[in-house]
């Protein structure tokens, strides 16, 4: 066990809905990343925040957002969803911003888009 | 822009046998590489990684890793491979010059076989 938790675990949904996945990072990590990793893209950084503010950005579509909490939890919010946006999303955390050190995943959610 | 090259989709090796998991990189300035391992429904779990120092890495489960810089590698290996040790492997490098954003190679699915 990581220490990373994501909720939900599953979530099934229609083109065009918009959901929201939740991160809680490890305790004391102040960054947390998004991943997505589907088939045909593989795992593909989507972006990264630490302590409340967005650091760094990667392959995130204009209709995926994400925010820090003052309490360090993440969300990452998919919207006007498509049947391509089905994958598996992870969240990881690290203890610093600008730092070499690992970072821990989360178990995941996997989002189906019908 | 960094990069990371996985040539094998796949490995097969026999238990008891070596292993070796190959992973080539491209960065501008100085590397720092890492291997995650991801068995089936579960997050990427950290393995080793090389951020200076010597070339021969320790990681956990008894896996190592070899970075060379004329070659631009860093190669996944274990003296005596396991059938548990059947899973997804992916290296991932991230540019010390080039923020947080971590690359990750296509992965390999490693098969021992009894």
């Known amino acids: 066990d990581s220490g990373v938790t994501q909720t939900p675990k599953h979530l099934i949904t229609a083109t065009g809905q918009r959901v929201t996945l939740r991160c809680s990072p490890r305790?004391?990590?102040?960054?947390v990343y998004w991943y997505q990793q589907s088939l045909d893209q593989g795992l593909q950084f989507l972006i990264q925040y630490y302590n409340g503010e967005e650091r760094a950005k990667g392959n995130i579509l204009e209709r995926f957002s994400a925010q820090q909490f003052p309490d360090l939890h993440s969300e990452l919010n998919l919207s006007s969803l498509e049947l391509g946006d089905s994958a598996l999303y992870f969240c990881a955390s690290s203890a610093r911003q600008f730092s070499y050190n690992e970072q821990f995943f989360g178990p995941g959610t996997r989002l189906t888009v019908l | 822009a960094q990069s990371v090259a996985q040539p094998e989709d796949q490995v097969n090796v026999a238990e008891g046998n070596p292993l070796t998991v190959k992973c080539t990189y491209s960065v501008s300035g100085n590397p720092y590489l890492f291997w995650y391992v991801q068995y089936p429904n579960r997050g990427l779990q950290f393995l080793l990684k090389y951020i200076t120092g010597d070339n021969l890495v320790k990681g956990s489960y008894g896996f190592e890793a070899e970075f060379n810089k004329s070659q631009t590698s860093f190669h996944l290996k274990k003296p005596s491979a396991l059938v548990s040790d059947s899973a997804l492997y992916f290296c991932?490098?991230?540019?010390?010059?080039?923020?947080?954003?971590?690359?990750f190679g296509g992965g390999t699915r490693l098969m021992v076989k009894p």
């Open positions: 991932a490098v991230r540019d010390s010059g080039a923020g947080n954003m971590l690359t």
């Open positions: 305790s004391g990590d102040l960054s």
